[in-house]
């Protein structure tokens, strides 16, 4: 059977395990997570056994420690995952859920009744983690997944997937709900993009080039987003010790990271005194600052920014800088060089910081917090599938809901259309 047959015929039966996912009762749905994660436990020896196969390709094609240590499924990794099945199987289940009723002037009732997607399909790289995050977050959602890992992490997530599927199974639900493509060529993600009778929505994660491959070739709507370049305005009135405090969180806690602070804009007025005072506390953290011609003048050690910093994800503990003039100069700069991620104003002043709030375009804007907060688990979502910086259908961390569509459901008694 070719590549393209056989993902077609995993999309078939994605589709059809699909309509019976979006029956499933909470307590169904619930219990199957909960056997998933004592089936993970259980298959423990199994699963570390196939992921040492991977570990041992990885080592041989000289992958990096940082790849390596994403790719391991340590003792500590396995039960994160577990703790996420359970963690998901408490969450409480929105489909079914119905609101906005209202009773028109012809005397139908029209309201909105939230519904499963229907067949996800998930493109993404190392963490063989995600693996189980997304399908336990689909399946609870109602929706069929099919998941479509890196080559790197073929064994660990064809394991997981066994494991995930015989529990499936267990609770009568149709393993097919749950799919990991077995094969690892290209032309796998290339045939899966075409399907798009079969599979509603595609969800990349990973690296630039491989969104930018994927929303280049899709015939499937695609939530993405390319990268994270967060900015802080520190603005004129800002505590300046708060600043610090939040520009230090941004940059320094975990760099590597799509929420991780990439450039810091400061008002005029205040930069003499703050860069020397935050400067001082990124330099203690190994930080390098690359500053704009303003920012140089006040300290003259640190690089010179070349015009490529501003916009750039730096995803290492190298910061951006520059000095802006007002308000208006810091959004300027936002809507040149920003990703739609997050971006922060710290501020003492109510109309500054509405005015950030309300003309800002990124999904999650903020006031006096931490980029490090644009996370699912930190905005009470319970868990996500990823961060969307497309606004159709969802903007921002996705959680259940974002797994999710509505429909409108109308009662009547007889009317008819004059």
């Known amino acids: 059977m070719s590549i393209q047959e056989t993902i077609k015929q995993m999309a078939v039966a994605a589709k059809k395990a699909s309509r019976n996912m979006a029956n499933l009762s909470t307590v169904a749905k619930n219990n199957a997570l909960l056997k998933m994660a004592e089936a993970l436990l259980a298959q423990k020896p199994y699963i570390q056994q196939e992921n040492e196969k991977d570990l041992v390709a990885g080592r041989t094609k000289g992958l990096s420690s940082a790849m390596l240590d994403r790719l391991a499924l340590t003792d500590k990794v396995i039960d994160s995952m577990v703790g996420g099945l359970r963690e998901v199987a408490a969450l409480p289940d929105p489909v079914g859920e119905i609101d906005e009723m209202a009773k028109r002037p012809s005397g139908i009732t029209v309201g909105r009744m939230r519904i499963p997607l229907g067949v996800i399909g998930m493109i993404y790289e190392s963490r063989p983690n995600v693996t189980v995050d997304a399908a336990a977050l689909c399946l609870k959602a109602g929706n069929a997944i099919i998941l479509r890992g890196g080559s790197e992490a073929i064994h660990s997530n064809l394991a997981l997937a066994k494991v995930l599927q015989e529990s499936l199974a267990a609770e009568q639900i149709e393993a097919a709900a749950v799919q990991v493509i077995p094969v690892t060529d290209r032309e796998a993600v290339t045939a899966m993009l075409a399907l798009d009778d079969q599979i509603d929505l595609i969800i990349p994660r990973g690296g630039e080039g491989l969104i930018r491959f994927v929303a280049e070739n899709s015939r499937i709507p695609v939530l993405k987003h390319y990268k994270g370049v967060c900015h802080v305005f520190v603005d004129g009135s800002a505590d300046l010790e708060m600043a610090v405090n939040i520009v230090m969180n941004g940059k320094v806690q975990r760099p ?163």
Not at 258 to 263: P, S, T
Not at 343 to 368: C, H, K, P, W
Not at 398 to 411: A, D, S
């Open 256 to 418: 590597g990271v799509c929420n991780a602070l990439e450039c810091l804009l400061v008002h005029k007025d205040i930069a003499a005194a703050f860069l020397p005072k935050v400067w001082s506390a990124l330099k203690g953290a190994g930080v390098e600052l690359r500053g704009c011609p303003q920012s140089k003048a006040i300290l003259p050690e640190i690089t010179a920014a070349l015009p490529t910093d501003f916009g750039m994800e730096f995803l290492e503990l190298i910061l951006a800088v520059r000095v802006v003039d007002d308000l208006d100069a810091a959004m300027a700069h936002i809507i040149q060089y920003g990703s739609q991620h997050t971006e922060v104003i710290v501020t003492n002043s109510y109309g500054n910081g509405q005015r950030f709030l309300r003309e800002v375009d990124a999904s999650a804007v903020m006031i006096n917090a931490s980029t490090r907060f644009t996370d699912g688990g930190q905005f009470g979502l319970g868990a996500e599938i990823g961060i969307s910086t497309t606004k159709l259908h969802a903007y921002g961390p996705m959680g259940l809901k974002e797994l999710t569509t509505r429909k409108f459901i109308v009662y009547g008694e007889g009317q008819v259309r004059a």
